[in-house]
């Protein structure tokens, strides 16, 4: 695990010139997680924490890692999950929960969204 978070954190730092976090420990989601801010973007660096991490089974699958799920910011999270429940989209979850940005979300249903995990995050 050590290994791979430096190599995968050295590229965003080092050949990106990224502002990379350190890695810190997010027991209530199971991961360990590293923030990758670049000037348009941001990027979360996910590892399993713990024996019954969201992402394990997702890394079983995919050995080398990869994308795990795109977040979209959006101005109000509550009148967005209506909105994509009236177009008949699943949520994976009946209400919002807080975020690794401390921000209320909601995951969409990736049979929904064209094969992708996708998650709203309020701004």
């Given amino acids: 695990k050590q290994w791979y978070q430096r190599r995968v954190r050295g590229f965003y730092r080092d050949v990106l010139r990224a502002d990379v976090s350190p890695a810190q420990d997010l ?5 360990t997680v590293v923030f990758v801010n670049l000037p ?3 990027i979360e660096l996910l590892y399993p924490l713990g024996e019954k991490s969201p992402i394990a089974g997702f890394l079983q699958k995919n050995k080398d ?3 795990h799920h795109i977040c979209i910011e959006v101005d109000d999270i509550e009148s967005a999950v209506r909105d994509v429940k009236a177009a008949g989209i699943r949520t994976l979850g009946e209400k919002t929960k807080i975020g690794a ?3 209320p979300v909601m995951f969409l249903h990736p049979k929904d969204c064209g ?3 996708m ?4 701004k």
């Fill in 119 to 122: 998650e709203l995050e309020q």
């Fill in 65 to 67: 890692g990869g994308i």
């Fill in 101 to 103: 940005h401390g921000k």
């Fill in 40 to 42: 348009n973007t941001k």
């Fill in 115 to 117: 094969g992708v995990l």
């Fill in 27 to 31: 027991p209530e989601h199971g991961v």
